[in-house]
């Protein structure tokens, strides 16, 4: 069956401090794609990244990365010296098939609550 | 380029009543998605349509909930009749479906459903 667990429900930081969101997937397909969504409190979500499961690399962003390793199933995602503006529900996803055989469905996690204080 | 279109953005109503979301998808989308977001929670997909044919609805709940997309381009959602384990926001996105990108979505502000 598949699932995406975000165990963090909320997490609080200082302005330009570093957070590090958790993801956990797990699914029985060989090939799937991951997500990240921000959703902030104007309610629609934000597309950050997608990965494929052929793909291993680390991805920077400006000030966003991700980890993805399949050995442990996890997609964590880094946000480097946090802003104010950071301060959203962020959404693990994962879409099971790959290419033609991906219908596009999203299975979601639960979300965590970054609150960066100024 | 526009975004996804969603209205109403607030809608409150007593339970047994019928309700109805609209959503206009990003111009060129083939596929559409509804989606129910409960409280603390996830989106969890209602039901999906490539053009304006459906491809999932295995979550829909059948009884009461109904979509339609009749052109291949705007959709709308109904609750009839409406319980109060329906309160949620109700998110619609849209993708290319086809291509490098076909399943990366994009969602509009979502409706946001009070059952009284």
């Known amino acids: 069956a598949q699932k995406v667990t975000q165990a963090q429900t909320e997490i609080s930081v200082v302005e330009k401090e570093d957070v590090t969101l958790d993801c956990v997937y797990e699914t029985r397909d060989t090939t799937y794609y991951l997500f990240w969504y921000k959703q902030p409190p104007s309610g629609e979500l934000v597309f950050l990244i997608r990965?494929?499961?052929?793909?291993?690399q680390n991805e920077i962003s400006g000030r966003y990365s991700w980890n993805f390793q399949k050995s442990t199933s996890s997609f964590n995602f880094t946000i480097t010296a946090s802003q104010v503006v950071d301060s959203a529900v962020y959404f693990c996803?994962?879409?099971?098939?790959?290419?033609?055989?991906?219908?596009?469905?999203?299975?979601f996690g639960q979300g965590t609550t970054l609150q960066v204080k100024p | 380029e526009a975004g996804v279109a969603q209205s109403p953005r607030y809608k409150i109503i007593e339970k047994r009543q019928s309700v109805a979301f609209w959503c206009n998808p990003i111009?060129?989308?083939?596929?559409l998605y509804w989606y129910q977001q409960i409280l603390g929670q996830g989106p969890k997909l209602l039901i999906q349509?490539?053009?304006?044919?459906?491809?999932?609805d295995s979550q829909l709940p059948k009884d009461r909930f109904s979509a339609e997309r009749l052109k291949g381009v705007d959709s709308t959602l109904k609750i009839q009749p409406a319980k109060l384990e329906d309160s949620a926001v109700y998110l619609c996105?849209?993708?290319f479906g086809e291509g490098l990108t076909k399943n990366i979505q994009y969602f509009g502000a979502g409706t946001r459903l009070s059952v009284l």
């Open positions: 996105a849209s993708s």
């Open positions: 996803a994962l879409s099971e098939g790959y290419g033609s055989g991906n219908t596009g469905k999203l299975i």
């Open positions: 990965r494929n499961s052929f793909d291993e």
């Open positions: 111009s060129g989308h083939a596929t």
């Open positions: 349509f490539q053009n304006n044919g459906v491809v999932d």
